[in-house]
Structure formats: C-alpha cells, structure tokens
C-alpha cells in the first residue's frame, strides 16, 4: 500500500483561501472606484471644454443677430454629442427660450443627484451669456446612461474575475478536501487491518500538518493494543465456547467433558481434568490446579505452558465457575419444574379411574409428531409440557361428570366443553408457561371450525394446539372407556386420514406425520 498524494495543511490552506479572495475583493472595489473617478474627470473636462465652446460661438452670433446659424449650430452639435440632450438660450425662463435644439424623447431619465454616476441621469450645465442689454442663459444637458454603462461594464468584468478566482478556489478547497479524505481513509485502512505491515505504512508520513499527529498516537497505541489483542482473543473464544457449553450441556458430567476439550485446544495443554471431591487432588510436577470458588469441592487440573497465564488465571477461574454454576442451576430448576408438571398431570388423571397415564402418553405422541415434523428444540419442550397439561382444566369439573359411565347430556357436555378455558385460567398467572397457553385452550379445536372454545379455523389454531388434539384423538380412541371400546391404532389412522383437510377436522401435515412414525407410536401405546 502507497501513502496518498500529500496535503496542504488545511489551516494554512483556508488562511491562505480567505485572505486572497479578501485581497481581490478589496483590489475590485479600489479599482471600480477608481475608474467611476476618472470617468467622472474625463466627463466633466469635456463637457466644460464643449460648453465653453458653445458658449463663445454664441455670444458672437447673438451679437450678430444670427439666431437661425446658432440654431443650425445647436442642432449639429446634438448630432454629433451622442450624450448631450439639449441646447436652450433664454432670458428669464428655461420654459421661454429664445433658441433650443433637443433630442427626442430627452427627458426619459431623472435629473442627476449628487453623485450622477449612482444611476442613468441628466446632467445639466448652465452659465450667463454677457450681452446687451440683458445678459441670457446658456444650458446644456447630458445624459449619463453612456458612462453608466461603461462603469457598469467594468464593475461586472471585476465581478466575473472575482467569481473565475472564488470557483478556482472551492475547486482547491475540494481537491485538499479529496486529498486529505484520501490520507485519512489510508489511516482508518491501516488501523482496520490491525497488522503490522498495515502500521508501518504510516510511518511514510512525513508532513507536518493535522494529521500528523493523528498517525504518532495511533502508532504510540498499536503496540500497547496489540499486547493486550492476543488475551483478549484468547478470553473472548474461551467465554464464548464455555457459556456455549453450558447451555448446551445434558449434565455436570457432559460439561466438564466438553470443558476440558476446549481448555486443551485453546490453550494448547497436555492434559485437563475436573475432580470433585472434598480434598484437593495430588498433583505431579509442572501441573496446575483451580479450585472453584462457587462449586465447592471441585478441583481443575492443568498440565501445559500457558502463555500470559497469571494475566489470565482468575478470569478463566470465573468464567468457568459461573457457567457451571448455571449448568447447575439449571439442572436443579428443570427437574423441580418437570416434576411439577407431571405432580399435575398424576392429580389430574386421578379424577378419573381409566384416564391413568393419559396426559403423559398424549405428551409423548406429540412430541414424536413434533420432532418428525423439524420443529425447533424450544417448541418441542412446549409440546411435552402442553401435552402433560392440557386437561389441567378438568380440575374445575364435577367429577360426578367426568367418571360418568352413561353418555353426558348435552347440558353436562357444555361444562366439559369449558375445560380448556378453566385450563387457561388456571396457568395464566405463571409466566414460564406463557408459551404452553395455546395449547391448553385450542387443543380441542378442528380445522373445519367445529370445534370449541372458539371455533377457530384450520390457519388460525398454533400449531402445537393442532398437534395435541391430533394426539389427543390419538390416545384416547386407542383407550377402553366404560362409555365406549377401544380402537385399534389402524382404525384410529384411518379415521384421521378421513378427516384430514383444512375444511375438516385435523391439519393433513400432522396426520401425514403420524402415518410416518406409525410404528413409534405403537411403541408408546402398548405401554398403557
């Protein structure tokens, strides 16, 4: 990689912008200013030596009584001066002259102020002509548009200068711009790749501008950086694994194999082992041991160099100790749980005498549905413990009704039929079974929409709903009741298969699964 083009220092660079637009700027205006002066000089020398000349060649011809000569004189000299308006020779009037000659349209403009140059005026001149017996007035006017023009000519070529001079130099402005983007982009390349061939490209930098600066103390870090990078990485992949490992971990046993892989291969040991026991363990020369301060009485045994290990020895102390520590936890809270759920489900198949085993056979036939179906390993717990609990409302029925060997009337029908909103109710206020609820309320609906407590259709019923119905169906028509006989599972899939469709009872993807694992679920039927 090659330094890019070098830079103008952008301070320097901006004073030297400003203060040469200023320059010119201040340059224009003196210069404008001084040629609307000589404009103005050269104006007025000829307009006196012209009225001057007026002024003579009429006091002669006055004198003379040649008005009609004066006249031609007059009107002459309009067609020669491209700027005077009119000639008048009047006595007392200017509205009374006794000689004009004038142009057309000459009063077009306004009467000059103070400084006639401001804009297009008239410009009048005016002196006594001595003669006898009453002196007259002589008065010229001139136009200033002319010299107006011409000033303003000269203003906009100082304007367009000024303008050629400020686009040259935002075009430079961008260009440094350009460069120095370019020199910071090189600088944030180097410090992106991280390498030591990256850093010394920085060391070409030479200028003694902003930048520098920049660049030392990006090399003044790099090698305080990069002493810490190879720990940090070490760290990081060894968090990273070991948290990794406790939760994909079975046991204690399972994530101290797992563990003891990971230490070996990440920081290159000969040998790794967790002992558990109330003593320390006897240890050969060259081993390490760490005792873990939150698991009591377990012991790691490290054989191997490590490099940097004193740095790292009681962070990987904790990491380890706090992840089996959760490993643990986890364990404990996951039976205490499970042991639970099925507490409620032995409660709820006691209310009735053939129901035993019931909700715990429903459980696994969906999870066999679940797992042929690749749903994920959070959905499938939720169908095991959906299945085990989907009767929980069933505690909120006479039992006179539920052990009833007759057929129910359709008024004890509908008590049962609110089972699954008891269900709800009963597990709402538990918040780790938020996910369960869908299932315990929908688990009796049917895709033509004939089902309860809702008659939702086939889209609209959560699909692990749809899978413990299916297995629901299942297990209780392979079930003896007093009410009615036992169906074989052939006859079973053949009623499933009748009634599989989005406008029927049971989603076909679900029933097409059964099919599949027909034999599994045999298995788990015969163990009634």
Same mark, same amino acid.
């Given at each position: 990689?090659?330094?890019? &083009?070098?830079?103008?220092?952008?301070?320097?660079?901006?004073?030297?912008?400003?203060?040469?637009?200023?320059?010119?700027?201040?340059?224009?205006?003196?210069?404008?200013?001084?040629?609307?002066?000589?404009?103005?000089?050269?104006?007025?020398?000829?307009?006196?030596?012209?009225?001057?000349?007026?002024?003579?060649?009429?006091?002669?011809?006055?004198?003379?009584?040649?008005?009609?000569?004066?006249?031609?004189?007059?009107?002459?000299?309009?067609?020669?001066?491209?700027?005077?308006?009119?000639?008048?020779?009047?006595?007392?009037?200017?509205?009374?002259?006794?000689?004009?000659?004038?142009?057309?349209?000459?009063?077009?403009?306004?009467?000059?102020?103070?400084?006639?140059?401001?804009?297009?005026?008239?410009?009048?001149?005016?002196?006594?002509?001595?003669?006898?017996?009453?002196?007259?007035?002589?008065?010229?006017?001139?136009?200033?548009? #002319?010299?107006?023009?011409?000033?303003?000519?000269?203003?906009?070529?100082?304007?367009?200068?000024?303008?050629?001079?400020? /686009?040259?130099?935002?075009?430079?402005?961008?260009?440094?711009?350009?460069?120095?983007?370019?020199? /910071?982009?090189?600088?944030?390349?180097?410090?992106?790749?991280?390498?030591?061939?990256?850093?010394?490209?920085?060391?070409?930098?030479?200028?003694?501008?902003?930048?520098?600066?920049?660049?030392?103390?990006?090399?003044?870090?790099?090698?305080?950086?990069?002493?810490?990078?190879?720990?940090?990485?070490?760290?990081?992949?060894?968090?990273?694994?070991?948290?990794?490992?406790?939760?994909?971990?079975?046991?204690?046993?399972?994530?101290?194999?797992?563990?003891?892989?990971?230490?070996?291969?990440?920081?290159?040991?000969?040998?790794?082992?967790?002992?558990?026991?109330?003593?320390?363990?006897?240890?050969?020369?060259?081993?390490? &041991?760490?005792?873990?301060?939150?698991?009591?009485?377990?012991?790691?045994?490290?054989?191997?160099?490590?490099?940097?290990?004193?740095? /790292?020895?009681?962070?990987?102390?904790?990491?380890?100790?706090?992840?089996?520590?959760?490993?643990?936890?986890?364990?404990?809270?996951?039976?205490?749980?499970?042991?639970?759920?099925?507490?409620?489900?032995?409660?709820?198949?006691?209310?009735?005498?053939?129901?035993?085993?019931?909700?715990?056979?429903?459980?696994?036939?969906?999870?066999?549905?679940?797992?042929?179906?690749?749903?994920?390993?959070?959905?499938?717990?939720?169908?095991?413990?959906?299945?085990?609990?989907?009767?929980?409302?069933?505690?909120?029925?006479?039992?006179?009704?539920?052990?009833?060997?007759?057929?129910?009337?359709?008024?004890?029908?509908?008590?049962?039929?609110?089972?699954?909103?008891?269900?709800?109710?009963?597990?709402?206020?538990?918040?780790?079974?938020?996910? &369960?609820?869908?299932?315990?309320?929908?688990?009796?609906? #049917?895709?033509?929409?004939?089902?309860?407590?809702?008659?939702?259709?086939?889209?609209?019923?959560?699909?692990?709903?749809?899978?413990?119905?299916?297995?629901?169906?299942?297990?209780?028509?392979?079930?003896? #009741?007093?009410?009615?006989?036992?169906?074989?599972?052939?006859? &079973?899939?053949?009623?499933?298969?009748?009634?599989?469709? %989005?406008?029927?009872?049971?989603?076909?993807?679900?029933?097409?699964?059964?099919?599949?694992?027909?034999? %599994?679920?045999?298995?788990?039927?015969? #163990?009634?």
């Amino acid at each position: 990689m090659q330094f890019p &083009v070098k830079s103008i220092s952008g301070k320097v660079f901006l004073f030297f912008t400003l203060i040469t637009i200023l320059i010119f700027v201040i340059l224009g205006t003196y210069v404008t200013q001084l040629f609307k002066q000589q404009l103005k000089t050269e104006f007025l020398i000829r307009v006196n030596a012209e009225f001057q000349l007026i002024k003579g060649t009429s006091n002669v011809e006055i004198k003379d009584y040649d008005y009609f000569y004066l006249y031609k004189f007059f009107s002459y000299f309009l067609q020669k001066e491209p700027d005077a308006l009119y000639l008048r020779i009047y006595e007392f009037s200017p509205s009374s002259p006794l000689i004009k000659a004038e142009k057309e349209n000459w009063n077009k403009l306004p009467w000059c102020t103070k400084d006639f140059l401001e804009r297009p005026c008239i410009l009048t001149k005016k002196e006594l002509i001595k003669t006898n017996p009453v002196p007259l007035n002589l008065e010229i006017a001139y136009s200033t548009e #002319r010299l107006y023009t011409k000033l303003k000519n000269i203003k906009e070529t100082f304007l367009e200068f000024e303008l050629v001079l400020f /686009i040259a130099m935002i075009l430079l402005v961008l260009l440094n711009i350009h460069l120095l983007k370019s020199r /910071i982009k090189f600088i944030v390349s180097s410090v992106k790749s991280w390498k030591k061939e990256g850093i010394k490209t920085l060391t070409t930098q030479t200028e003694n501008d902003e930048l520098t600066s920049l660049t030392d103390s990006i090399k003044e870090m790099y090698d305080e950086i990069e002493k810490e990078r190879k720990i940090d990485r070490l760290l990081l992949n060894l968090t990273t694994k070991i948290l990794k490992a406790s939760a994909n971990s079975s046991g204690v046993l399972d994530f101290f194999n797992e563990v003891s892989s990971i230490l070996k291969n990440e920081l290159k040991l000969d040998y790794v082992k967790f002992v558990r026991d109330y003593t320390p363990p006897p240890i050969k020369k060259g081993q390490k &041991v760490i005792k873990l301060k939150e698991n009591p009485h377990t012991y790691i045994v490290l054989e191997g160099d490590v490099p940097c290990w004193n740095e /790292i020895k009681d962070i990987v102390k904790n990491i380890i100790d706090s992840a089996l520590l959760s490993v643990t936890e986890r364990k404990k809270g996951e039976h205490l749980f499970m042991s639970t759920i099925l507490a409620l489900a032995n409660a709820i198949d006691a209310m009735s005498p053939w129901t035993k085993g019931h909700s715990e056979r429903v459980a696994k036939i969906a999870v066999e549905i679940g797992e042929t179906l690749g749903l994920p390993e959070e959905t499938i717990r939720n169908l095991q413990i959906g299945g085990i609990l989907h009767d929980i409302g069933k505690l909120g029925i006479p039992c006179s009704i539920l052990n009833k060997p007759e057929p129910l009337t359709p008024e004890e029908y509908e008590k049962i039929k609110q089972h699954p909103i008891i269900g709800y109710k009963i597990l709402s206020p538990i918040q780790e079974l938020r996910d &369960v609820l869908p299932i315990v309320l929908y688990h009796h609906e #049917r895709c033509n929409g004939s089902g309860y407590p809702e008659g939702l259709k086939c889209d609209e019923i959560p699909l692990p709903a749809k899978i413990v119905a299916v297995a629901d169906v299942i297990e209780a028509m392979t079930t003896e #009741r007093p009410y009615k006989k036992a169906y074989s599972f052939e006859d &079973v899939l053949s009623y499933l298969k009748e009634n599989a469709g %989005k406008d029927k009872l049971f989603d076909p993807e679900i029933v097409k699964a059964v099919d599949t694992i027909s034999e %599994k679920l045999k298995k788990i039927l015969k #163990r009634k």
